[in-house]
């Protein structure tokens, strides 16, 4: 029997970001997005992969099928920047049965951030009137699961 072979380690920190940052403007939407998560998965390592991400945000903003897919993927770029872009997301979008799958996203996208960015955020959302009655009471109570 041979000798294991050994896997190197897969270093995103060293992993060249060039390459992907073309592949995420790709007008082929599976390529895009495939890139999209990997900038994703790099941004807690790589702030200049999250700052892509929320730059894209802005391009894509019309398309809310690619977006939840950004609103995703921003989610694990742990900062204030992309606490306010998924916040930013239900003054810009409105509240519709059509955008509801879309909204909800953002929201399990906003939770998904380290406690104090995503309490922060969700607690400004609770107490704003220009809101709904039922979107902010879920905000609250999304503020109220992270302290639980």
Sequence with gaps: MGRARTVPEFDLRTFPIEPILRQAVSPDVGRARDAWNLLGTM???RPEAGVFLLGLM??????LTRMAVLVRAASSFPSEAA???LKAEFYRVPSSPATRTYLNEVLRALTG???PLSREALKALANDNKLSVKWRRRF???AWRLDG
């Design 43 to 45: 941004a807690r390592e």
């Design 58 to 63: 802005r391009v894509h903003g019309g398309d």
């Design 83 to 85: 606490a306010d872009a």
């Design 113 to 115: 951030l380290p406690a």
């Design 140 to 142: 609250e109570e999304a």
